[in-house]
């Protein structure tokens, strides 16, 4: 008797134990199944089952199906991206006798208050507002103090006037010491000193302590700082130092801008998906980045009908140096034209546009989640200030 009931005792034990494993299993075999595929009511097939009446007779009336569960709509791309939060203006209305356009002036809040811009009929959400203040306060903390200058530059959100924003530049410039930070704080003075030199408002506080020849020694080689020292001397009618600037650019090695610079510095701050139509518009603004002008080079080198086989022989390397080290399809397209100038071979002008044909291409669509597209914009901003738009075009050994 005893070992009967010793063997009943162990196999109710190890039914005990088997019976939660079996349980487990049946838990993970269900969550590893493949998906019951939806059908449609109208187009598949239904399956028939035999059923059964209260009297036992069998019928053919097809089983119903059980409903299977639909998945939970989510939020709308534009929601999920941040494009709802963003502020919408009027379109352009010309006017029908002038065909001047036309923008409403804004309209004030209730509370009798404007805080809108010219032509909003809807100002951004809170969603659009605290992104753009995430992003300024991501670029005023990054250890890069290029970063830092872009955020005192745009200024995201908060409408410091022009002049202080300068001035905050200058500050950047002289305390950084970056060859990045001191070209945007110069190419930002170079408008008020113009208009100083015209009589109109004085430059921001600082412009004065910035030259074209720190620059070229905080970025050595480079022709961009000559560029606007060549402008300058002829706004002061300065022959011997606009010389000396062309002979400086036509000795330098590689011609960068970095146009791509501050809206690469904005793309590469991390951001949520909701936050992304705040980012690729500050991006967008970046873009705005100053450019050094091209009128006194290209008045400099007209033609070389002047007589002055020095000028000459100095513009034809001026326009080797763009046409191959440029970083802009602009300053490519400067070095095409002084070429066609002396030659009268337009084939380096053919062959800018067909690159720039090739960098302007759109990126291919390659992410096809709801914010691919401004995840593609703002990674194509940081490929284009990594390799430059002729860069992105052609081969570098190609071009070089």
Do not use: K
Request: net charge neutral; charged share 20%; glycine share 8%.
């Amino acid at each position: 008797m005893v070992e009967p009931r010793r063997r009943s005792i162990v196999a109710l034990l190890l039914l005990a134990c088997a019976l939660p494993l079996a349980g487990w299993w049946a838990v993970q075999a269900r969550r590893a199944a493949p998906p019951v595929p939806a059908h449609d009511a109208a187009t598949s097939p239904r399956r028939v089952v035999p059923t059964t009446t209260a009297t036992g007779i069998a019928t053919g009336i097809p089983a119903p199906r059980p409903a299977l569960p639909l998945p939970a709509p989510g939020p709308p791309a534009a929601a999920r991206c941040g494009e709802d939060q963003q502020a919408t203006y009027q379109a352009a209305r010309p006017d029908p006798v002038d065909g001047a356009i036309h923008v409403e002036p804004p309209v004030p809040d209730p509370d009798g208050v404007v805080r809108r811009l010219p032509g909003e009929t809807r100002p951004a959400g809170a969603g659009y507002t605290g992104a753009m203040r995430r992003l300024d306060a991501a670029l005023r903390a990054s250890a890069d103090p290029f970063d830092r200058a872009v955020a005192d530059w745009l200024d995201l959100g908060q409408l410091t006037p022009p002049a202080l924003r300068t001035a905050a530049l200058v500050l950047d410039a002289v305390a950084a010491d970056d060859a990045r930070v001191y070209g945007l704080a110069y190419a930002a003075c170079h408008p008020w000193l113009a208009s100083a030199a015209d009589g109109a408002a004085s430059p921001p506080d600082g412009c004065a302590r910035l030259s074209a020849g720190r620059w070229a020694e905080l970025d050595p080689g480079n022709a961009t700082p000559w560029i606007w020292a060549l402008d300058d001397a002829d706004r002061r009618g300065d022959a011997p130092a606009a010389r000396e600037a062309l002979r400086r650019i036509a000795a330098a090695s590689r011609m960068d801008v970095h146009g791509y610079a501050g809206a690469a510095a904005v793309a590469r701050v991390p951001a949520a998906d909701a936050d992304l139509a705040a980012q690729t518009t500050a991006a967008m603004q970046a873009l705005a980045f100053p450019l050094p002008p091209a009128s006194s080079l290209t008045t400099h080198c007209r033609a070389p009908a002047a007589g002055d086989a020095d000028l000459d022989a100095t513009c034809a390397r001026i326009a080797t140096l763009l046409y191959r080290r440029a970083d802009s399809p602009i300053w490519r397209a400067v070095g095409g034209a002084l070429h066609r100038l002396a030659t009268g071979d337009a084939g380096w002008l053919d062959r800018i546009h067909r690159d720039q044909a090739v960098a302007s291409a759109p990126p291919p669509a390659d992410d096809a989640t709801p914010c691919g597209g401004a995840r593609a914009l703002l990674r194509r901003f940081v490929l284009l200030d990594a390799t430059g738009e002729p860069g992105l075009a052609r081969p570098a050994a190609g071009a070089r």
